[in-house]
C-alpha cells in the first residue's frame, strides 16, 4: 500500500517475523528476538509483522507512521522535546494517521475478502 506525506511517496508492506528482525538487524546492527514493525525512513518504507492479529498491526502502524510524521517534518532534529511538543506532534499528527490507518484497514479486508473467493 502506498500513501504521501510532505509531496513524499512511501510504501508499507507486511512482513514475516523473520524477516523483519533480518531487516532490524541489518538497518541497526542490534540482536533482535521480535520486530513489531520497522521503518526505513530513507527508503520511504514501513514494515509490519502480517503474523501479528489486526489490533497489533493497527497499533504497530501507528507507532511506525509517527516515526514517518517526525522523519518528513524534521522532527528528528529537535534535542529535547517537551510535553508541549508532544501535545502539538500528537494534534497535528492525527488526521494524519487516522487517514492512512483508514485505508490500511480496507486494504486487510479487501484482501480477506480476496481470499475467501479463491
Not at 59 to 72: F, V
Not at 90 to 109: G, L, Q, W
Request: one cysteine or more; hydrophobic letters at 30%.
Amino acid at each position: 500500500m502506498y500513501f504521501e506525506i510532505n509531496k513524499d511517496k512511501w510504501k508499507i508492506e507486511e512482513k514475516s517475523k523473520q524477516e523483519l528482525i533480518d531487516i532490524y538487524q541489518s538497518q541497526y546492527s542490534e540482536e533482535a528476538y521480535y520486530v513489531f514493525g520497522v521503518t526505513i525512513k530513507s527508503e520511504h518504507l514501513i514494515y509490519i509483522n502480517k503474523e501479528m492479529c489486526e489490533e497489533q498491526q493497527i497499533k504497530t502502524l501507528k507507532h511506525e507512521l509517527t516515526h514517518c510524521y517526525i522523519w518528513e517534518y524534521g522532527l528528528y532534529n529537535v534535542p529535547n522535546f517537551n510535553e508541549e511538543m508532544v501535545c502539538d506532534l500528537v494534534s497535528s499528527i492525527n488526521d494524519f494517521i487516522n487517514e492512512i490507518v483508514d485505508k490500511y484497514k480496507k486494504e486487510v479486508k479487501r484482501r480477506k475478502v480476496w481470499k475467501k473467493q479463491y
